[in-house]
C-alpha cells in the first residue's frame, strides 16, 4: 500500500525561527512529491520536485528531495505568522491507464506565534 | 484563487439522500479530480477524468459516481449518504497528466 508519513504531526515556533518539515514515503510508482500549504480551505500548491538533489526555492521555503532516502524536507527560515497553516506532503504515483493520483500524508500544522 | 471553483461551499442533507457536487476546472485544464477529506483518513484520492473519459479510480465508494462532461465540467455523485460521507470534498484540476493539479476551495458536506 503506498504510504507517506510526515513529521512532525505539529510544531508551535516564534516569529523568526527557522523549521524543517519531514515527509518520508513508500510507493509503487513515484512520479514526484509535491509540498501543498493548507489555511483554511483549498490546498494551495508549493513546490514539486522530480529529481534528487536540486534544491527548489521560493522566498523563504526551500524544498528538497532525496529519492534514495525516499525522503523530502520543506525549510521555512524567519518564520512569520503568516505561514501558520497545515503542510502537506503528496506523492504522485502512477497508477496506470494512463492516470496517476496523489497520497497525501496527514500533514503537519505549523504554529507561529509572535 | 486557483481558477478552480466548487458549488456548493456547504451542503447539509440528511441521511440516505442524494447530493451532486460541481466542479469548474481552470481554463484549459483537461483533467479532472475528486479528493475527499476528513478528519481521521486525511486526503483521499476519489477518481479522475481526463477529456471526459473515467481514468482512473481510488478509495470511491460503491454509492459514489462522477462525470465530466464535455465543457470539462465534473460532478461528484453521492447517494444513500451516511453518517460517516461528512466531510470536505475537493476537486483539482491539471492540463494534463504530468501538470500540478491546482485545488478548488471545497465543497463541505454535513450528514445528519
Known amino acids: 500500500e503506498d504510504k507517506v508519513v510526515q513529521s512532525p504531526l505539529s510544531l508551535v515556533v516564534h516569529e523568526g525561527d527557522t523549521v524543517t518539515l519531514n515527509c518520508s514515503y513508500e510507493v509503487t510508482n513515484f512520479r514526484s512529491l509535491l509540498w501543498y500549504k493548507q489555511e483554511k480551505k483549498a490546498p494551495t500548491f508549493l513546490f514539486m520536485l522530480t529529481s534528487s538533489g536540486i534544491e527548489k526555492k521560493s522566498g523563504r521555503l526551500s524544498s528538497i528531495l532525496d529519492k534514495k532516502e525516499l525522503f523530502s524536507i520543506l525549510n521555512i527560515t524567519a518564520t512569520q505568522t503568516g505561514d501558520s497553516a497545515v503542510y502537506l506532503c503528496?506523492?504522485?504515483?502512477?497508477?496506470?491507464?494512463?492516470?496517476?493520483?496523489?497520497?497525501f500524508g496527514k500533514g503537519t500544522k505549523l504554529t507561529v506565534n509572535p | 484563487d486557483s481558477g478552480v471553483t466548487q458549488t456548493p461551499k456547504h451542503l447539509i442533507t440528511a441521511t440516505g439522500q442524494r447530493v451532486t457536487l460541481r466542479c469548474s476546472p481552470r481554463s484549459g485544464d483537461l483533467s479532472v479530480y475528486w479528493y475527499q477529506q476528513s478528519l481521521d483518513q486525511g486526503l483521499q484520492f476519489l477518481i479522475h477524468?481526463?477529456?471526459?473519459?473515467?481514468?482512473a479510480k481510488g478509495n470511491i465508494l460503491e454509492r459514489f459516481s462522477a462525470q465530466q462532461f464535455p465543457d470539462l465540467h465534473s460532478e461528484l455523485n453521492l447517494s444513500s449518504l451516511e453518517l460517516g460521507d461528512s466531510a470536505l470534498y475537493f476537486c483539482?484540476?491539471?492540463?494534463?497528466?504530468?501538470?500540478?493539479?491546482?485545488f478548488g476551495p471545497g465543497t463541505r458536506l454535513t450528514v445528519l
Open positions: 503528496a506523492v504522485e504515483v502512477v497508477i496506470g491507464g494512463g492516470s496517476e493520483k496523489l497520497v
Open positions: 483539482a484540476s491539471s492540463r494534463g497528466r504530468k501538470d500540478t493539479q491546482y
Open positions: 477524468y481526463y477529456n471526459g473519459e473515467e481514468r
